[in-house]
């Protein structure tokens, strides 16, 4: 099992003794220009800059002494956003009832993109109502997912 494969593994005891939830970790393997993107959130009071800020001063270090990217490698740590990334049927669950954008590994019934509410997470499978139509995914078919707010209404409620 490659280093990075055991990124999650590494980083999120760093993160939890910040005070920080660790949501997922994004890796993306260009060999010219590999990224690796860590989303974290606080419970209670979000995160900002400073956060942020904080974390990658940690993580950065445990990379480095780990030796955990082989080469140049863009370290990026982030807040989930309003299209917050959904990295496991748990955070699903914590979502139930919010819209959600679904991108498959393979298609699944000729679909690589799903876009609907979601019902459930429980163990490694998601429930998602597709236009009345109730899609149960495992998450190892699940290449991206993120939450698909109405930004329309969001922007309307600030105005």
Known sequence: ?????NLDELLRPVVEDLGYELLGIE??????NRLVRVYVDHAENGIDVDDCAAV???????????????GHYTL??????????LFNAGQFARFAGEDAVVFLHVPIDGRRKLKGRIVAGEGSTVVLDVEGKQWELDMADVRRAHLAPDLDALFAEGA
Do not use: C, T, W
Not at 27 to 32: G, H, I, T, V
């Open 56 to 70: 990658s001063r940690e993580v950065s270090a445990i990379l480095d002494v780990e030796d955990a990217i082989a």
């Open 76 to 85: 990026e740590v982030s807040s989930p956003g309003v299209e917050r990334p």
């Open 1 to 5: 099992m490659a280093k990075v494969d």
């Open 27 to 32: 890796y993306q393997a260009n060999p010219k």
